[in-house]
């Protein structure tokens, strides 16, 4: 545990969670860890605490239960019993993963459905849960960053499996916003607008122009990283010029 902020970011095979990736690879301050389907490193390995990306499905029971474990192997107050808070690093995680599901209401499937939410919200909930055994030792030295999306405030045609989930993402981080605040931890809810992503590439419909691009969303997640001690941001919104297109 060398460096003095450590930064987990989950969903970093492709899209936003790649480009802050590797935006986060030009910043010499931070340890960088990423977890994503296509890592290279087996997830057992992450409790060493060495950066790199590691192997990681969201929806795999298996994988889940070996990264609570890694955790804990890392930064438990058991394997660490004499280090003072002060020595702890900074902590910065961020939840990239995820993906989209869009149509008309009538042709749902109920499989779509719980896969979707399985991704999107459960997966969410549980890792914010195993982090959640951490936090009373990382006091005024956690954030962590949800993305989150327009769709999760208001409502869109054919997306209500997507509109669903991203108000549940919402809702996820205003309850930890809150369960957590005796331990100062900063929860950040982005509610995103069009980002030229892969998420798109099913629907032809909507112009990649039109839309932010990737390295200007990741330089900009990057920056929650440099906030002030002080500052607690709840909710940032972003869209693209043409605001929702
Ligand atoms: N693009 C937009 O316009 C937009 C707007 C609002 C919100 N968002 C949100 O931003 C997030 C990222 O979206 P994106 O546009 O970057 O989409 P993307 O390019 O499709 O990326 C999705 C990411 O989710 C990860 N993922 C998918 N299934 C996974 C699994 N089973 N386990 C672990 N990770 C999994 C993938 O990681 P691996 O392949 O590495 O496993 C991938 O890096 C999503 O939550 C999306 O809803 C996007």
Redesign the pocket.
Known sequence: MTQTKHVHI??????????LYDRFLQDPTVSLF??????ELPLNTFSKGEAGTFQ?????QK?LRSFELSLAGMFGHNVLPSAPFYNRPELIVY??????IFGPIDLLKKKELESHF???VH?LILLSKFYSHHIPFFPNKATFVF??????KQGFSESVT?CA??HA?LGITRALREEWKPFGTKVVH???????????DSRPEFDKNE??S?SD?SEYLWSISQLPKSIFVDDLSITPKKGIL
């Open positions: 989950f969903g970093i095979g492709s899209g936003i969670g790649k480009g990423g977890f994503s389907r296509k890592g990681f499905d969201a929806t795999d994988d939840f990239a993963l995820g993906d989209g399985e991704l999107n997966s993305l989150g999306s327009t769709a999760g997507y989930s991203k993402v982005v509610s995103l607008g069009a980002v030229a992503t892969e998420i798109w839309m932010v990737i969303i």
